[in-house]
C-alpha cells in the first residue's frame, strides 16, 4: 500500500474535502504524505535511524524514492 500509494494520508484527505488542513499531525511542521509520514517526519527518521542501528546498515538516509529503490532492490521477496 505504501508503494502504491494508497494510503489516506491528511495531503489526501485534504484534496479531497474530508480533512480542514494537510499537516501532518505529529509535528505540524509539514503536509502529511505518505513521503513526510513514513520518511521525513522527525518521528519516522528517528525510526529508521533506530532500525539502521539495528541492523548495522550505515548507509546514509535518503529521500523517500531513494529509500523505495534502495528497499525494492535490496528487500524484495524478503520477509520483515
Ligand atoms: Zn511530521
Do not use: P
Request: net charge negative; proline share 0%; with cysteine.
Amino acid at each position: 500500500m505504501i508503494c502504491r500509494d494508497a494510503i489516506h494520508t491528511k495531503d489526501k484527505l485534504y484534496s479531497w474535502g474530508i480533512s480542514e488542513d494537510s499537516l501532518c499531525c505529529r509535528c505540524s511542521n509539514g503536509i502529511e504524505s505518505i513521503a513526510h509520514v513514513f520518511n521525513e517526519c522527525h518521528v519516522a527518521t528517528e525510526v529508521w535511524k533506530e532500525v539502521r542501528s539495528r541492523n548495522q546498515e550505515y548507509k546514509d538516509a535518503m529521500d523517500w524514492d531513494g529509500e523505495m529503490l534502495h528497499a525494492t532492490s535490496n528487500y524484495s521477496g524478503l520477509s520483515l
